[in-house]
């Protein structure tokens, strides 16, 4: 398992096998990637899972803009997942086209899903979103009814929009057997005075759930996050801006949909290019930059030397 410069574990594979999507979420980052063609053909993204196994990749999550777009999304995920070594196959969607893909998915190999909802009001969700509220709410029962489990319900949290849906998202949460993650805005792709409006630190949510957990615990591979047990709901509390713990504890590795490995999420200027190498089938040369992406990374938020 290869250690970046920094002695931190890289295990976690992202890949964006898309930067389109059928929806317009006004906070959308698309995994820092601005590129709309998409270069990654399912054999060449088995191809990389394998590679990176090699060095110690035992999760993989797709990601996108929207994976579900992609019309070969379930051959990818029947080819990733038939590379031994992977522990985890995870995917984040909107879940808008899920409902008919969760039983093939699951068929393939997919194991779980995180699903982006910004809200559970239906007027407030086409506020931000631009689609309707309905089809995701029923992917979401499709993903549990299939055992794309434990299904993470991602609020991204949103100042004078969702900032007051908690219990909805407990109470949601509980009805359906779902996980949620409350994740804090983070500024990437969005017009600074838009971010500053929306974005809100998460401490007044971790207040509320403190009183009333029955416990909790700090999840240490994954960047040192806070979960709490609710009883009949669980709820997982994602603050990465400025807070050194979350990089310090950071495990992930990113390939963008235009064939490049990307270190850090917060940056462009450090991606190590294998389009060539993919086009040529040169093997050696995309193995050479995933070494390269990996000894490139470093903590985003370092802490303030003295």
């Known amino acids: 398992m290869l250690l970046d410069s920094y002695g931190r574990l890289t295990y976690n594979l992202r890949i964006s096998v898309t930067s389109k999507c059928n929806l317009n979420c006004i906070f959308c980052h698309k995994e820092g990637n601005d590129v709309l063609e998409d270069k990654l053909t399912p054999e060449i993204i088995e191809e990389i899972v394998r590679i990176a196994t090699s060095y110690g990749v035992r999760k993989v999550k797709i990601t996108g803009g929207e994976p579900l777009i992609r019309k070969d999304i379930v051959e990818i995920v029947n080819r990733v997942a038939s590379v031994q070594c992977i522990q985890e196959l995870s995917m984040v969607t909107n ?76 109470k949601f949460s509980s009805e359906v057997n779902a996980q949620i993650q409350v994740i804090e805005l983070e500024p990437i792709r969005i017009k600074s005075e838009l971010y500053d409006k929306m974005h809100i630190e998460p ?63 917060m940056r462009n200027d450090n991606k190590v290019y294998i389009s060539d190498a993919i086009a040529k089938g040169d093997h050696s040369k995309v193995l050479k930059a995933y070494v390269k992406s990996v000894m490139n990374r470093e903590p985003y938020f370092k802490p303030c030397s003295n």
């Open 203 to 265: 401490f007044s949510i971790e207040r509320i759930l403190e009183d009333r957990a029955l416990r909790s615990w700090v999840r240490e591979s994954m960047h040192k996050r806070k979960v709490y047990d609710l009883g009949n709901s669980t709820v997982e509390v994602v603050h990465p801006v400025d807070n050194t713990e979350f990089c310090a504890f950071c495990n992930r590795i990113r390939l963008t949909n235009d064939g490049a490995f990307k270190p850090c999420l």
């Open 95 to 170: 879940a808008s086209l899920l409902e008919p893909l969760a039983e093939p998915l699951k068929k393939a190999g997919l194991d779980r899903v995180n699903i982006n909802i910004p809200s559970l009001d239906p007027h407030r969700y086409y506020k931000v979103t631009k689609g309707k509220l309905e089809p995701v709410l029923r992917g979401v029962r499709s993903a549990v009814k299939h055992g794309l489990t434990p299904v993470k319900i991602n609020m991204v949290l949103l100042k004078g929009i969702n900032d007051d849906e908690l219990d909805d998202y407990i």
